[in-house]
C-alpha cells in the first residue's frame, strides 16, 4: 500500500514539475525558435543591415555621372566605394532571395503613422551602390552579372512596398525609376545578348503582378484619415456617434473618389475627382477664414481643434451640416495632396512595360531576322498580351523607319504626340513639364539583309 503511494505521489510530482517547469521552458523555447526562424525569413532584417552597413552618405557629382550614363573612364575611387561596401552587398543579397518583407516585424500597429517603413535617404544610398555595381559589371563586359543588380533592385521595390503604405509606395517607385534608366540603355544598344533579353522580358513578365497597387495604399490612408478624426476628437473630448458618422461619411466620398482614379487612371475619374475637390477647397477655405477671424488665430489645425470644441459644447443642437464641416476641414487638407502620387506611381509603371516590349522586340529579331510589322507578331510566342499604356488605356505605341523602331506611351499629357518626347533618364516631376511629350524608347538594332 505505501508502495502504491510513493508511486502515485512521484507520479504526480513528475506531471505537477512537468506543467509547471518542463511545459512553459518548452513553450518558451519554441517560441523563441519560431520568432528567430519568422526574422531569418524576413527580409526587412537583412536590408535594416544593409542600410546599417552601408558607408557612404552622400554622393558627389561623379557617381550620379557614372549611375545614370555608364562607367566612363578610369575611377579608382569608386572602386575603393564598392570594395568598402562589401559587407552591404552581402546583406542585401540575402534580402533579395527572400519572398516575405514586413519592416514592422508583425507588430500591430493602431497608428498608422507610427508603422515603420524603409529611410528613404537609406534606401537611396543603398539603390545607388547597387546600380554603381552594375556599372561597373558593364565596363567589364560582364553584362549577365550587370543585369543581376539591376533586376535585383526591382525585386527590392516589391519588398519595401509589401506593407502597401503610400509613403513605401513612392519610394519604391523612385527605385523603380532609377533600375529603369540602365535596362533602358542596354536594349538599346546593338550588342544585345539574347539570352539577357529574354531573362529582361521574363523578369518583367513575372513582376508586374507583384507590383505594387497604388489603390490600395490609398486606402490606407483613408484609414489614417479616420485615425486621426479619432484623434481629433479624443483631444477635445467628444464622443458623439453623429460626428463620427460624419467623418466615415466624408472620408469614404473622397476617398473613393481617390481610390477609383488610382485604380483607373482615367481622365473622367480624375476629372470628377478635381470638381469634387474644388468645391470643397472653396467650402473649406470660407470656413477657415471664418473660424480663423473668429478665433483670431493663423493656425489652420489650432482652428480645426477650436471648431471641434465648440461642437462639444452645442452637441445637442448642432445640425449634421455642422458636423460635416468638422470632417470636411481635416479631409480639404489630406485628399487633394495624394493626386500627384498617381502620376509618380504610373510613370514607371508606362517604362517598364515599354522595356517589356523592346525585349520582347529584340527577342523576336534574334528567331525571325525582322522586325515585326505590327505588335500582333509577338503574340502568343514573345509576348502573352500587347502590355497597355496606363495613361491611354491602349496598347503601347510602336512605331519603325527602316532598322529603327520605336516604342512610346502618351504620357501624363494623355495626348500622342507622335513620339516626340524624352527618354528614361527625365524624372517625372510635374504634369507640365511632360506636357506635349510622350515617354519614348527607341533603337536601330542590326538586322541580317
Known amino acids: 500500500m505505501k508502495t502504491r503511494k510513493i508511486i502515485l505521489l512521484v507520479f504526480l510530482g513528475c506531471f505537477l514539475f512537468s506543467l509547471v517547469v518542463i511545459v512553459p521552458l518548452t513553450l518558451f523555447v519554441s ?56 559587407a552591404m552587398f552581402m546583406e542585401f543579397e540575402n534580402g533579395i532571395q527572400l519572398k516575405r518583407c514586413d519592416f514592422s516585424f508583425g507588430k500591430v500597429y493602431d497608428n498608422p503613422f507610427a508603422q515603420p517603413f524603409p529611410n528613404l535617404l537609406k534606401v537611396r544610398n543603398l539603390s545607388q551602390l547597387v546600380l554603381l555595381k552594375g556599372r561597373w559589371h558593364e565596363a567589364q563586359n560582364d553584362y549577365d552579372e550587370a543585369m543581376r543588380n539591376y533586376l535585383s533592385l ?31 540603355q542596354y536594349l538599346e544598344r546593338d550588342e544585345v545578348d539574347m539570352q539577357l533579353c529574354k531573362r529582361i522580358k521574363d523578369f518583367l513578365q513575372r513582376a508586374e503582378p507583384q507590383r505594387s497597387i497604388i489603390a490600395d495604399a490609398f486606402k490606407k ?32 466620398k473622397y476617398y ?3 481610390v477609383k482614379y488610382a485604380r483607373t487612371n482615367s481622365e473622367t475619374d480624375k476629372r470628377y475627382l478635381e470638381e469634387e475637390l474644388d468645391f470643397l477647397s472653396r467650402r473649406c477655405s470660407t ?31 448642432a445640425t449634421r451640416e455642422e458636423k460635416d464641416k468638422g470632417a470636411e476641414l481635416l479631409a480639404c487638407g489630406t485628399v487633394p495632396s495624394l493626386i500627384k502620387a498617381v502620376n509618380s ?5 508606362a517604362k517598364l512595360r515599354i522595356l517589356k516590349l523592346a525585349a520582347a522586340i529584340r527577342l523576336y529579331i534574334f528567331q525571325e531576322g525582322r522586325l515585326p510589322d505590327t505588335l500582333d507578331n509577338l503574340i502568343p510566342d514573345y509576348l502573352e498580351a500587347i502590355p497597355l499604356d496606363p495613361w491611354s488605356g491602349q496598347p503601347l505605341i510602336y512605331v519603325r523607319q527602316g532598322r529603327q523602331f520605336t516604342l512610346y506611351s502618351f504620357g501624363p499629357d494623355r495626348t500622342d504626340n507622335n513620339g ?12 507640365k513639364e511632360l506636357e506635349g511629350k510622350d515617354i519614348v524608347f527607341s533603337a536601330t538594332p542590326s538586322i541580317p539583309n
Open 31 to 86: 517560441f523563441t525558435i519560431n520568432k528567430r526562424i519568422q526574422r531569418m525569413d524576413n527580409a526587412a532584417m537583412y536590408y535594416n543591415k544593409a542600410f546599417k552597413l552601408c558607408s557612404e552618405k552622400h554622393w558627389d557629382k561623379k557617381v550620379e555621372e557614372v549611375v545614370g550614363k555608364g562607367w566612363r573612364g578610369e575611377y579608382k575611387d569608386l572602386e575603393g566605394l564598392l570594395n568598402r561596401n562589401k
Open 420 to 431: 516626340t518626347g524624352v527618354g528614361f533618364e527625365t524624372v517625372l516631376e510635374s504634369i
Open 345 to 349: 506611381y504610373y510613370d514607371p509603371k
Open 221 to 252: 490612408e483613408r484609414e489614417a484619415y479616420m485615425w486621426a478624426a479619432r484623434v481629433m476628437s479624443k483631444k477635445v473630448g467628444i464622443r458623439d456617434r453623429d460626428l463620427m458618422r460624419s467623418f466615415r461619411g466624408v472620408g469614404s
Open 154 to 184: 526591382l525585386t527590392f521595390t516589391q519588398h519595401i512596398s509589401q506593407d502597401r503604405l503610400l509613403v513605401s509606395v513612392m519610394i519604391a517607385t523612385a527605385v523603380e525609376l532609377m533600375a529603369s534608366v540602365p535596362l533602358q
Open 287 to 317: 470656413l477657415c477664414s471664418a473660424l480663423m477671424e473668429q478665433y483670431t488665430s493663423k493656425d489652420w489645425p489650432e482652428c480645426i481643434d477650436k471648431y471641434l470644441s465648440s461642437l462639444k459644447e452645442n452637441l445637442k443642437t
Open 256 to 258: 473613393g473618389l481617390l
